[in-house]
Structure formats: structure tokens, C-alpha cells
């Protein structure tokens, strides 16, 4: 069951009117119990890809498939095994929580004996026990996201599909969402599109970013960090008394594991009065870990103190910055 | 069906359904009575021949919206990506306003009641002005549907139905001008000619055909409309 090819998608392309492709042959397949970030800046082309993925728009080209059924061709049977929360949350603002939750169920043909069981259970997944009587119209943006996220799970889809569910909303409200979306993630698929790169460190297994509607990287949000920085780094930080000349540039150097050392702070290691401090950036050859090393060498080197020795990760901000704007150009 | 009792629910809580029902049994209602006291005459010929031209201008303000707040809201959007076809949605939002406007015709029963209370009712006239009632109103809320789905603008929506609808009223008005090689086409085309054949108590084919047709290709047309996004 884990390694099913819930979504296939398979060089998708969709050009609107004569413009340039909004979607550029993009591809990738996403297994059951994965959780999908969907990165990208504003008009990259998310809203797009899962416009099609919902089956509401037909690709220019290319072909996608849900749960083993083409969008296109067997539109009904891939809606049926969906739930879908479009952005901007569209919700008929003249009914009742209970009311809305209910026609959901009826068009989704939800038969009578489950629907009191999923309806509760949503509800309280979704925590809103306590407005089921209220008008939608007169619910707040993240209480009318729970009620879009509760329409999208009432019956049970193998795949959900939500687009920016985390958008306006305040950080506690973006914290419930979370937790609501990793829950469903643990049995059911998740495709998640959002802008805020927290997100997906927080809630996904894996990322696809796309950008300029071409997919521009896919894998885990580890793997993408040390990606962007080729191999993993180290920042050393080294401490000497006055009066000591030893360049412990030279000493890093030294160091078996060791493919690259820079010096980072402008200061430098200069004779100087005041007590030294430098701070190196190490990136290791692949594979190894010198950091055991670095340590040995300079704690048994004269007067140097090792201060920091800190693995870094590069953010994935530092990821998706990189990817969007080389490609953009 | 359940797109058709949701359209029906929100009917019932909007307050258009109850403005225009009002408004037409007024209007209905003053012009019966007027012939009941002023022309001292008891019958429901008045009350049906004036029922084109005040369903023409009603059902638009019925139909405005079935498709076009949905477009303009995004919730055509969810409902789209929901396991219904596209003429489902269509049929259904269709059911619900041909049941309001069914409603609307009960509550004129008590007209049919009066005129049976005060003299010889001629039934077989009554209740086939009545299937021919809901026949038309069908005819209408298709062109109002068809309309709106052109559309996210509910104004525009009104306007293209109105127009349609009185163009194919005007067109029957116009019978005693045209030249007579022209007056038959008028007349198949006219959307108030066969109400006037129905009401006189003979429902033939053609003209159960002209409404059937009516509703058929203009729920066709919005359907098409809807399923537009997805040509390629």
C-alpha cells in the first residue's frame, strides 16, 4: 500500500490563450502516505497543476492520474476519490456549517449509515463542534478554513489536494491547520501548495518546487538543503590568545576529511591586541564527518580554543531563493 | 438532487423568491379582478393570456443567479471537482427554479378558485392553461440558466434572459404584421403562441415539443458553457 502510485503526472503542460505555458512538461509521481509541499513563488503555475490534478481544467498536453484514473478521460471516478480545498476557501456563505457539511455529503453520495460517523469525526478534527449552527457567511477566515478543510476529508478521499490551505490565517490557526493536514497525512496522500517554507520543513515528506511553471527540484526538505549547498558544511569557530601566530587556516587545512576551507569574518587571524576570534566555513569531502577531527587538531594545538563547531544546514529558504530566480531569468 | 434541494433551500432563504412572488400575484391579481369588476366577466382567459409577458419578466430575476454568483463566488469551482457531471449541476439548479416557479402557479390557484365560485369554471381549459404554465416557466428558467452560465455578472445574466425571452415573445407579437408567408414561422417560433394553443385546451405534440426543445438545447448550450474550461 505505501509504495502505490496515487498521483502519476507525466509531462503536463497547460498554455492559456497564446501566452507562454503556465505548466511546462512537468512530472513526477506521488505515492500514498506521502505528503506533498508544492513550492513556488506567485504564478509559478500550483494553482494550475492542481486545477488539472482536480480535474476542473484539461491539460494543453501531457497527461495526469489520480489514484490510476486520467483526469481527463475519467473525470468522474478521479473527483470521486479527491477532496479538494481550492484557494480563497469558496463556501456557500447562505448556509449552515451543519447544512453545508451535509449537501457535501449528499454530492458526494456519502450513504446514510457512515455519514453521522465521518460527520462527527470531522468535526471534531476539524474543531468545529461549536458552529455547526452558524451561518458560513458569518464565520472568521480560519473558522471557514476548517470548514473547507472538513469538506475535503467528509469522504474519506484517497487524495487530498489543498491549495494554500494556510493563507490569512494567524500563526496559532496555521499550527491547528498543520496538525489537522500531518493527522490525514499519516493514512491518506496529501498535495499541498503554499508559499511559506516553514510549512514544509513542518509538514512534509517530501518538496516539489516549480517555478515559471517548470518543476526545478524534487526530494525531501533535507535533501534539497544540502543540496543547495553541494556537500554538507561545518562552521568553525576558533578562539587564540594574543600573541599566538599559529594560521589556523593552515591547521584546518591539514585535516584529512577536508575539501575546502574558508575564512568567513573579515577581521581575520592578524596580530592584533585583542583576543581572536575567527570563523571558518569547512565543507567536508563527501561522506565524511571531520568534525572529530577538527576538534583533536585544534584543542591540541598551542593557545586555540575551539568555540563553535556547528553542522550547517542551509535553510530552505536559501533552497528555493537559489532555483527560483537562476531559472527565472 | 442534491444540488437541486440546495438551489431550492437557498430559494427559501433569499428574499428575491418572496419579492417576485408577491409582485406577480399583485400583478396578476389586479389585472383578474379588474376584469372581475370592471368587466364584469369571470374567467381565466385574461389571467393566462397575460402570463408570457409577466413570466418573461420574472424568471430572469429567478434564474440571475443559479450559475453566476457560483462562478463569481469560486464555489463552481468545488462543486465542479465534486463526482457530478455537468448536467447534473445544470438539471438540478434547473429543477429547483422550475419548482419555485411551480410554487408560484399554486399559489395563483386561488384565482381558478374564485372564478369556480362565482360561475361555471371551464376545467379543461384550466388545467391545460396550467400544464402549459409549467411548460413555459420550463422554457424560461432554461433560457435564464443558459444566460447565467455566460456569465459572473447576475445583472447581465437578467438582461441576456430578458432579452431572449421577450425576443421570442416579440416575435409572436409581431404575427399581424408580418406578410403572411412569414406569420407561420412567427408563430412556431413564438414562445407565447403555443402557450395560447395549450391554453385553450389543445395540447398538441408540436407544441409540447417547442418547450421540450427550449429546455433541452438551452440546458445543452450551459452545459456546453460549463464544460468550455476543459476544451483543449
Given at each position: 500500500m505505501t509504495d502505490k502510485v496515487m498521483i502519476h503526472v507525466e509531462r503536463l503542460t497547460k498554455v492559456y490563450g497564446h501566452g507562454r505555458p503556465a505548466v511546462d512538461a512537468i512530472s513526477f509521481d506521488v505515492r500514498a502516505g506521502e505528503v506533498l509541499g508544492f513550492l513556488g513563488p506567485n504564478g509559478a503555475g500550483k494553482t494550475t497543476t492542481m486545477k488539472i490534478l482536480t480535474s476542473f481544467l484539461a491539460p494543453t498536453a501531457g497527461r495526469a492520474q489520480v489514484a490510476g484514473h486520467d483526469v481527463y478521460d475519467d473525470s468522474v471516478e478521479v473527483r470521486r476519490r479527491i477532496g479538494y480545498l481550492p484557494e480563497?476557501?469558496?463556501?456557500?456563505?447562505?448556509?449552515t456549517v451543519l447544512e453545508y457539511l451535509e449537501f457535501i455529503c449528499d454530492v458526494r453520495d456519502v450513504d446514510k449509515e457512515h455519514r453521522r460517523g465521518r460527520l462527527r469525526r470531522v468535526v471534531e478534527q476539524c474543531g468545529i463542534g461549536d458552529k455547526l449552527g452558524k451561518l458560513i457567511g458569518e464565520l472568521s477566515k480560519g473558522f471557514r478554513q476548517r470548514v473547507g478543510l472538513a469538506q475535503a476529508i467528509v469522504h474519506e478521499p484517497e487524495v487530498l489536494i489543498l491549495d494554500e490551505p494556510t493563507s490569512g490565517l494567524d500563526p496559532n490557526q496555521i499550527a491547528e491547520i498543520r496538525e489537522v493536514i500531518k493527522a490525514i497525512g499519516q493514512e491518506k496522500t496529501v498535495i499541498f501548495s503554499t508559499h511559506i517554507l516553514g510549512e514544509v520543513q513542518a509538514t512534509c515528506s517530501r518538496v516539489i518546487i516549480i517555478s515559471d511553471g517548470k518543476l526545478v527540484a524534487d526530494g525531501t526538505p533535507d535533501d534539497l538543503a544540502r543540496k543547495s549547498t553541494g556537500a554538507a558544511s561545518i562552521l568553525v569557530e576558533i578562539g587564540g590568545k594574543r600573541?599566538?601566530?599559529?594560521?589556523p587556516l593552515g591547521l584546518l587545512r591539514q585535516?584529512?576529511?577536508?575539501?575546502e576551507v574558508k575564512a568567513i569574518n573579515s577581521t581575520g587571524w592578524s596580530l592584533s591586541d585583542r583576543p581572536r576570534a575567527a570563523q571558518f566555513r569547512v565543507v567536508a569531502k563527501s561522506?565524511?564527518?571531520p568534525r572529530g577531527d577538527i576538534a583533536r587538531v585544534i584543542a591540541t594545538a598551542?593557545?586555540?580554543?575551539?568555540?563553535q563547531l556547528t553542522p550547517e544546514k542551509a535553510s530552505l529558504e536559501d533552497v528555493f531563493r537559489k532555483l527560483t530566480t537562476t531559472q527565472g531569468a | 438532487m442534491a444540488i437541486a434541494k440546495r438551489e431550492f433551500k437557498s430559494y427559501v432563504n433569499s428574499p428575491i423568491p418572496y419579492i417576485l412572488v408577491t409582485a406577480y400575484i399583485a400583478t396578476a391579481g389586479y389585472m383578474f379582478f379588474q376584469q372581475l369588476f370592471i368587466v364584469r366577466q369571470a374567467d381565466m382567459r385574461h389571467f393566462f393570456d397575460n402570463m408570457p409577458l409577466l413570466f418573461c419578466l420574472i424568471v430572469p430575476f429567478v434564474t440571475m443567479r443559479l450559475v453566476a454568483e457560483e462562478r463569481r463566488e469560486g464555489t463552481l469551482e468545488l462543486l465542479l471537482t465534486m463526482p457530478v457531471t455537468d448536467w447534473q449541476l445544470v438539471f438540478g439548479k434547473f429543477l429547483a427554479a422550475l419548482g419555485l416557479m411551480s410554487l408560484l402557479l399554486v399559489l395563483t390557484l386561488a384565482f381558478p378558485i374564485t372564478v369556480a365560485a362565482l360561475g361555471p369554471l371551464d376545467k379543461g381549459t384550466t388545467v391545460a392553461g396550467y400544464i402549459g404554465a409549467i411548460l413555459m416557466s420550463g422554457a424560461f428558467v432554461a433560457i435564464g440558466i443558459m444566460a447565467s452560465s455566460f456569465t459572473r455578472n447576475q445583472i447581465v445574466a437578467a438582461l441576456v434572459a430578458f432579452f431572449i425571452g421577450f425576443g421570442l415573445f416579440l416575435i409572436g407579437a409581431l404575427i399581424g404584421v408580418l406578410p403572411p408567408s412569414l406569420a407561420p414561422v412567427a408563430s412556431a417560433l413564438s414562445i407565447g403562441s403555443h402557450f395560447q394553443n395549450i391554453s385553450r385546451g389543445v395540447i398538441d405534440s408540436r407544441d409540447f415539443l417547442y418547450y421540450v426543445s427550449i429546455i433541452f438545447v438551452c440546458l445543452l448550450v450551459a452545459q456546453t458553457t460549463l464544460d468550455s474550461r476543459r476544451w483543449r
Open positions: 480563497d476557501t469558496p463556501l456557500y456563505k447562505d448556509m600573541g599566538n601566530d599559529t594560521d585535516i584529512d576529511g577536508i575539501e561522506g565524511v564527518d598551542n593557545d586555540m580554543d575551539l568555540l | -
